[in-house]
């Protein structure tokens, strides 16, 4: 039943079956959160940075209706490529799109899913979505959060960026039961900084610890995800005081031009890039490369649990 919808590449395939660890990619990132050509760059660059450490790449997306897991280089070219012509695709969008043969890129949300409809564990990601600020007047929480809540894959992230209210997203987690780890860190990341006011609920400082906290949780059927704070190495991390206005100024962007729904996150991002040039973009970058590293070094612990 499954065969019909889901592909997972040969490489994919043979490395779960003898127990290899694998680690999954996000395809939104790609299409809606990078430009061209940084974005397919980037997404290839990932994938030899977890072949480096010992693990299997497996970007994740939706092509001509189809659930892949494990992209070719063409196919990442070509997401790359379409960039927003690709829809943009959440939990909630993954039976339109598949029934339609559409191409989709998969938020963190429906690569979760897919990665878990496959049997990988472990994910790497830039940023995650969030409970949005103002969430209490407009609901915006992202499915990412709910997601976490419910499929059972680790995501590693730098933190949330704050174009979300970074405490009600702690909150929220907390009321979902997914456990907040900070690797070598008791703060929450904030994406482009390494610190934020608040605290993750556990500092863990190595990928061994982190493997085992994954094994108990799933052989105990607490079910749902990880999430797993890795913050912005501090070279690359950027000045707090300077992103907060490039997004206030953003956000009172997207609310003057009336933006709405799934259309919000990927605004913010390309106007913060706008406002604060390659510079984010860049931090960017390396924040999803120690991502990708960090990932593949915790998925090799889990592998040999
Ligand atoms: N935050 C980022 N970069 C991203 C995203 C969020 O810093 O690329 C993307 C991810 O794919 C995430 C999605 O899953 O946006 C969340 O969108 P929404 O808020 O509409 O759920
Ligand atoms: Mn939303």
Redesign the pocket.
């Known amino acids: 039943m499954l065969e019909k919808y889901l592909k997972i590449s040969p490489e994919v395939k043979e490395a779960l079956k003898n127990n290899k660890p694998v680690v999954a990619l ?4 790609i299409s ?3 430009p061209y050509p940084k974005n397919a760059e980037t997404a290839l660059k990932c994938e030899e940075i977890i072949r480096d450490a010992g693990a299997i790449p497996a970007t994740i997306a939706i092509i001509k209706g189809v659930l892949c897991v494990g992209l070719s280089r063409e196919e990442i070219e070509y997401v790359a490529k379409e960039g927003k012509n690709v829809v ?1 695709v ?1 939990r909630r969008d993954i039976p339109v799109v598949v029934a339609n043969k559409l191409d989709g ?7 979760m899913y897919i990665a878990s409809l496959a049997g990988v564990k472990v994910f790497a ?6 409970v ?1 600020r103002g969430a209490e007047v407009s609901m ?5 959060l709910d997601e976490l809540g419910s499929t059972n894959v680790a995501v590693v ?2 933190g ?2 704050a ?2 209210d970074l405490e009600k997203t702690l909150e929220y987690l907390e009321t979902k039961g997914v456990p907040v780890i900070g690797y070598g860190t008791s703060m929450l990341p904030a ?1 482009y900084t390494r610190t934020s006011a608040y605290k993750v609920n556990y500092r863990m400082d190595s990928p061994l610890e982190i493997a085992k906290t994954l094994k108990v949780k799933w052989d105990l059927g607490l079910n749902g995800g990880v999430l797993i704070t890795n913050p912005i190495p501090e070279e690359y991390s950027l000045d707090e005081d300077v992103m907060n206005e490039a997004i206030d100024k953003a956000i009172n962007m997207m609310n003057e031009a009336g933006i709405k ?6 605004f ?2 390309k106007t913060i890039v706008e406002l604060t040039g390659g510079n984010s973009l860049e931090s ?1 970058i390396k924040l999803v490369f120690n991502n990708c590293k960090l990932a593949a070094l915790i998925a090799k612990e889990y592998s040999n649990l």
Do not use: R
């Open positions: 996000e395809s939104t990132i809606h959160g990078m943009k959440s890129a998969t938020t963190v949300a429906a690569t990601t830039g940023g995650i979505g969030g949005h915006d929480i992202s499915a990412d992230c730098a949330a960026k174009i979300l994406f729904g799934k259309d919000q996150t990927p913010l991002l960017n």
